[in-house]
């Protein structure tokens, strides 16, 4: 195995590990704030049965995206953990990883409400694919 020798430009991996947990934080936060409260035209319990069955699909499609950016993150640590300090190179590579997970939520907003659609669905798959290429390019 070759050795890193620090450079100028290599980077703690304290820095690095904080940084990439907060934008995995901030991403899964939002996807969350998808799902809204309902406006209910007459406050009845009725109604609110009504809503909460009706998210069935939102719940899916957000517990997918929760489960599957969450695997990512669990792959981001455990690959590197051994690292001690990292280059500029794997930082630009993870800041491209982390902006497709920063987009994440909007595509599955879009197929929590218009999942039968086949353009957001293709949207939804084509983000996780480019989160895959991108992982595979920080691997």
Known sequence: MKRFIPTKDAMDKGRFDA?????????ITLMVLEIRVPELKHGT????????????????????????VGLIWLNHHATFAPVKRVDRTTNALNIVLLA??????????LLSRYGPLPSATALYGATFTAMSIAYFAVW
């Open 19 to 27: 940084f990439t947990d907060g934008v995995f934080a901030v991403a």
């Open 45 to 68: 319990d009725t109604e609110m049965r009504a809503f909460i069955g009706g998210l069935t699909g939102p719940l899916l499609t957000y517990a997918l995206s929760f489960a599957t």
């Open 100 to 109: 497709v997970v920063c987009f994440v939520p909007f595509p599955t907003a």
